[in-house]
């Protein structure tokens, strides 16, 4: 079975850009969860989406943004990119019940110059 | 989520079993005690969870004492691919996200 799949694995872009990230949950996985994880911090959590829908969010500046498709899979946009956007952004897949578990994909490594 | 504590690093011998405590003094009845560990810059890879009850699964044990304020994640026979950073949260995972904290850095000795 596939695991969660995030694309692409680096992005480097020109500050005042735009960034998409995408992902895929696992097979069967609703929810989806969105983390950003600075060179040497822990992780912060950024979105959760499930069945479409924006569950929650963390404390970050609106030109973060993101969705969900029909088919589970995610984007996370990050628009007006600052060189601190520089990061390891993760994706989280879980069905939507207690006593689950998360499944984390490989991440995107965007550098900003 | 509940505020989880745990020693910023601790160092094993390999094939010794490595125990990982977890204070969570403040958890509620809802929460869930979760263990992942990040293999430098790679994603967080599941370990184990448990509510009150001690669980086992092919990677580790989690022990929780009957108070449920903290808990023990033990690695049998600890490997040198062992080496992580772990992370215990407590959560209502479903009805809320998963919070990470500063975790503890395992080393493993060869």
């Known amino acids: ?113 | 989520d509940a505020k989880t504590t745990q020693p910023p690093s601790m160092d094993c011998a390999e094939g010794r079993a490595a125990n990982l405590p977890c204070n969570h003094s403040t958890i509620s009845g809802n929460e869930y005690v979760y263990w992942y560990r990040q293999i430098h810059s790679q994603g967080p890879q599941y370990i184990i969870h448990g509510l009150k009850n001690n669980e086992t699964n092919e990677m580790a044990s989690l022990i929780i004492t009957e108070d449920r304020k903290s808990s023990t994640l033990i690695l049998p026979h600890a490997t040198l691919r062992d080496t992580a950073v772990y992370y215990c949260i407590a959560s209502d995972f479903g009805n809320e996200k998963l919070t990470f904290g500063t975790g503890t850095r395992l080393t493993i000795i060869p």
Request: proline share 4%.
């Open chain 1, 1 to 113: 079975e596939a695991g969660v799949t995030q694309s692409p694995t680096h992005l480097i872009k020109t500050r005042g850009q735009q960034a998409t990230l995408r992902c895929s949950p696992i097979s069967g996985h609703t929810s989806v969860y969105w983390y950003q994880q600075a060179l040497g911090l822990g992780l912060q959590f950024l979105l959760w989406y499930d069945e479409g829908e924006e569950r929650n969010r963390g404390n970050f500046p609106p030109r973060f943004s993101g969705r969900q498709f029909p088919n589970y899979s995610s984007e996370l946009n990050v628009n007006a990119l600052e060189l601190e956007d520089s990061a390891l952004y993760l994706c989280a897949s879980s069905l939507l019940r207690r006593d689950t578990e998360a499944f984390f994909g490989q991440g995107t490594r965007l550098t900003v110059v």
